[in-house]
C-alpha cells in the first residue's frame, strides 16, 4: 500500500526558512516523479513543484521560483521541500502527491496518492 | 502557463438530484497524438487531501461509485454527479497535466439542499 507521509511544517517569521519532508514507501520510489501541492486556508489548490525520477529535472510554480527547491534521496525514498525567503502569502498546508506514471505514453500525470499534509504558518 | 476555470463556484443540489461542475482551460489539453485529454477532477472533504475521482476527463478510478462521470474534449469540460448523495458534499477541483507546469482550477463547492 502506497503512504505518503509530510512533516516538518511549523510557524516561521516572514522571510524565514522551512524543509519540509516527505517520506514514502509501498511503491519503486525511483520510478516516479514527485510533487508538492498547497493549499492555504479556506482556499483552492495550488501545485508548488515537481521532480524527475532522478532529480534532474524541476518545474515550479512562479511565485515561488528562486526562493523553493524541490529535491529527493533515493537512498531515504524521500522528497523534500526546502523554502527560503518565507512570505506571508504562503501559509497554507503542503501536500505530498504522487504523479501517475503512465507506461503506454511515457509520461507523469494525474496525482494518484496524497499524503495527509503539513501546515506551514509564515507570520509575525 | 494554463489556466483553469470552473462553474458554478458553488451548488445545492437536493439528494437524489443531478449536480453539473463545468471546467475551461485556456488552451487545449488534447494531445493529438494518442487522442487523450490531459483533464482530471479531484474531490476534497474538509480536512483531507483530495481523492481522485476521473482521470484523462473521463476514466473512473477504482472504487468511485458510477453515479459520478466526466466528459468533454480539448477546453471544455464536465463533472455529472448523477444521484446526489450526503456523502458527495465537497469541494470539485479540476487539473490539467497537459503541461509539465501543472494547474488546478479554483473548485467547486457542492452542498445538499
Known amino acids: 500500500e502506497v503512504h505518503l507521509v509530510e512533516s516538518g511544517g511549523g510557524l516561521v517569521q516572514p522571510g524565514g526558512s522551512l524543509r519540509l519532508s516527505c517520506a514514502t514507501s509501498?511503491?519503486?520510489?525511483?520510478?516516479?516523479?514527485m510533487s508538492w501541492v498547497r493549499q492555504a486556508p479556506g482556499k483552492g489548490l495550488e501545485w508548488v513543484a515537481n521532480?524527475?525520477?532522478?532529480?534532474?529535472?524541476?518545474f515550479y510554480v512562479d511565485s515561488v521560483k528562486g526562493r523553493f527547491t524541490i529535491s529527493r534521496d533515493s537512498t531515504k525514498n524521500s522528497v523534500y521541500l526546502q523554502m527560503n525567503s518565507l512570505r506571508v502569502e504562503d501559509t497554507a498546508v503542503y501536500y505530498c502527491?504522487?504523479?501517475?506514471?503512465?507506461?503506454?505514453?511515457?509520461?507523469?500525470?494525474?496525482?494518484?496518492?496524497w499524503g495527509q499534509g503539513t501546515l506551514v504558518t509564515v507570520s509575525s | 502557463d494554463i489556466v483553469m476555470t470552473q462553474s458554478p463556484d458553488s451548488l445545492v443540489v437536493s439528494l437524489g438530484e443531478r449536480a453539473t461542475i463545468n471546467c475551461k482551460s485556456s488552451?487545449?489539453?488534447?494531445?493529438?497524438?494518442?487522442?487523450?485529454?490531459?483533464l482530471a477532477w479531484y474531490q476534497q472533504k474538509p480536512g483531507q487531501p483530495p481523492k481522485l475521482l476521473i482521470y484523462?476527463?473521463?476514466t473512473r478510478e477504482s472504487g468511485v461509485p458510477d453515479r459520478f462521470s466526466g466528459s468533454g474534449s480539448g477546453t471544455d469540460f464536465t463533472l455529472t454527479i448523477s444521484s446526489l448523495q450526503a456523502e458527495d458534499v465537497a469541494v470539485y477541483y479540476c487539473?490539467?497535466?497537459?503541461?509539465?507546469?501543472?494547474?488546478f482550477g479554483p473548485g467547486t463547492k457542492v452542498d445538499v439542499k
Open positions: 521532480t524527475k525520477e532522478d532529480g534532474s529535472e524541476t
Open positions: 484523462w476527463a473521463s
Open positions: 487539473q490539467q497535466y497537459y503541461s509539465p507546469l501543472f494547474t
Open positions: 488552451q487545449s489539453v488534447l494531445y493529438n497524438s494518442n487522442n487523450k485529454n490531459y
Open positions: 502527491a504522487r504523479p501517475h506514471y503512465d507506461v503506454v505514453i511515457g509520461r507523469k500525470t494525474y496525482f494518484d496518492y
Open positions: 509501498g511503491f519503486t520510489f525511483r520510478d516516479h516523479w
